[in-house]
C-alpha cells in the first residue's frame, strides 16, 4: 500500500445546508458562501502535499473538487460510491420535519441506526458497503502517499470509524470544506486532525449532524 495519508474534505455550502435541509443525492450547487469556502480550502491544499483527489459525484462536491484540482495541479476523479447517504422521501426536509411528518419511522431510526432505511432511501449499512468499496479501491490502486477524499458527512465517518477503530465519529460535527486527517504509522490509522476549518479565516462553516444524532 503506497498511501500513508488520507485528507477527508467536505464540499462548501449549499443554500440547503444554510437552511437546514437534508441534501441526500440532490443536485444542490455551491452558494456564494460555499464557493469562498472553496477557494480558501483551494489555498490551502496546494500546500499539503495531496497528490491525488477522489470525489463524489454529486453536483456540490463537484463544483468544490474542480476549485481544487487546478492548485493540486490534478484532475479529481469521480466515483458515484462516495455519494452522501440517500434519503429518500426525507431529502429536502429540516430534522424538526422529518419529526413530525414521519414520526414513527424516525422512532424506528434511532431504534436501528445502521439498518433503517429512510422510505426510498438508503441505511447506512447500504452506504457502508459502497464507500468501503470505493476506499478499498483507492487504497490499493493510488501511487501516492497522500490522497484527498471529497465525500460527505455519513461516508466521510464511515470510512473513519473503520479506518481508525478506537475512534467513534457517530456524533462528531464535520462543516462545510472541513479538513479531517489520518495518517499511516506501522501499518495502523491514527487520527491527525478532525474538521480543521483553519483555512476559513473567519469564513462561517455550517454542518447538519448525522440524522441518527437527533434525540427527542
Known sequence: MNVRRIIFLRPGETDWNQHGRWQGWVAAPLNAHGRQQAASLAKFVRNIG??????????????????????????????????ERNIGLWQGLTIDEMVAWYSEEYAVMLGDIDGFRPPGGESRN?????????????????????VGILSHTTAIKIMLAALVPSYDPLYVELDNTSVTTIHRKEGVWELAAVNDQM???GLDARSVGEIEAHKR
Open 50 to 83: 495531496m497528490g491525488a483527489l477522489y470525489s463524489s459525484d454529486l453536483r456540490r462536491a463537484i463544483e468544490t473538487a474542480e476549485m481544487l484540482g487546478h492548485p493540486l495541479g490534478c484532475e479529481p476523479i469521480l466515483d458515484a460510491r462516495l455519494r
Open 126 to 146: 447500504d452506504v457502508r458497503k459502497r464507500v468501503m468499496e470505493a476506499l478499498e479501491d483507492i487504497l490499493t490502486t493510488a501511487v501516492v502517499e497522500t
Open 199 to 201: 483555512h476559513l479565516e
